[in-house]
């Protein structure tokens, strides 16, 4: 049997660890990251942010309402994953890596009071993108793979069970001879 590398479900682990350590890094260096760290000049860098809502910040309902939201949508990204048909590899890591990241914020939100280490802020001077954090990343890629995934799997099924406009024409094979009356038809 071939040892395989690579599984589809390896990236709910990975994404989960990178999350894991990073905000850990995080955590460990608040000091540092009160103000801001240039990573690549004023476009990237790391800013520690704690975030109270789901996405964006958005929706500050409370924390056990976002555990409970959190915890569901795991559940069914495993339900899912687990009843998907096993060809679909792009679907199925794109769901894994959507289920690394809602773990990694899960994890957060029961452990931290409800708050979310967010450190990567991206953008140009005063118009920034909203602070996220690897979780996020896994959860958005992971969103717009399956996203990509779903609509290539329904265009293909679309075209191989689509009708063609006209009937296949009949293979050309020659009519088998006739024997005229009186003829065996072995004699043909």
């Known amino acids: 049997m071939q040892l395989r590398l690579w599984r589809p479900w390896y990236w709910a682990?990975?994404?989960?660890?990178?999350?894991?350590?990073?905000?850990?890094?995080?955590?460990?260096?608040?000091?540092?990251?009160?103000?801001?760290?240039?990573?690549?000049?004023?476009?990237?860098r790391f800013i520690y942010v704690r975030n109270p809502g789901?996405?964006?910040g958005l929706f500050p309902v409370g924390r056990w309402v976002l555990v409970g939201v959190s915890f569901a949508a795991a559940v069914f990204?495993?339900?899912l994953y687990l009843?998907?048909?096993?060809?679909?590899?792009?679907?199925?890591?794109?769901?894994?890596?959507?289920?690394?990241?809602?773990?990694?914020?899960?994890?957060?939100r029961v452990f931290y009071n409800g708050l979310v280490v967010d450190f990567i802020d991206l953008g140009i001077g005063a118009n920034r993108f909203?602070?996220?954090?690897?979780?996020?990343?896994?959860v958005s890629l992971g969103g717009a793979a399956l996203f990509l995934s779903l609509l290539r799997e329904d265009k293909a099924a679309?075209?191989?069970?689509?009708?063609?406009?006209?009937?296949?024409?009949?293979?050309?094979?020659?009519p088998a001879p006739v024997p005229a009356p009186g003829e065996r038809p072995s004699d043909v």
């Open 130 to 138: 909203y602070t996220f954090n690897v979780a996020d990343i896994g």
């Open 13 to 44: 682990p990975l994404v989960l660890i990178v999350d894991f350590v990073s905000k850990r890094l995080v955590l460990a260096n608040v000091e540092t990251l009160r103000g801001q760290v240039e990573v690549i000049g004023d476009f990237a």
């Open 77 to 79: 990204l495993v339900y």
């Open 83 to 108: 009843t998907s048909r096993p060809r679909r590899p792009v679907r199925l890591g794109a769901m894994a890596a959507i289920l690394g990241g809602a773990l990694g914020n899960l994890i957060d």
């Open 158 to 174: 679309g075209s191989a069970g689509r009708q063609p406009d006209a009937a296949p024409a009949e293979p050309s094979v020659p």
């Open 54 to 56: 789901a996405a964006m």
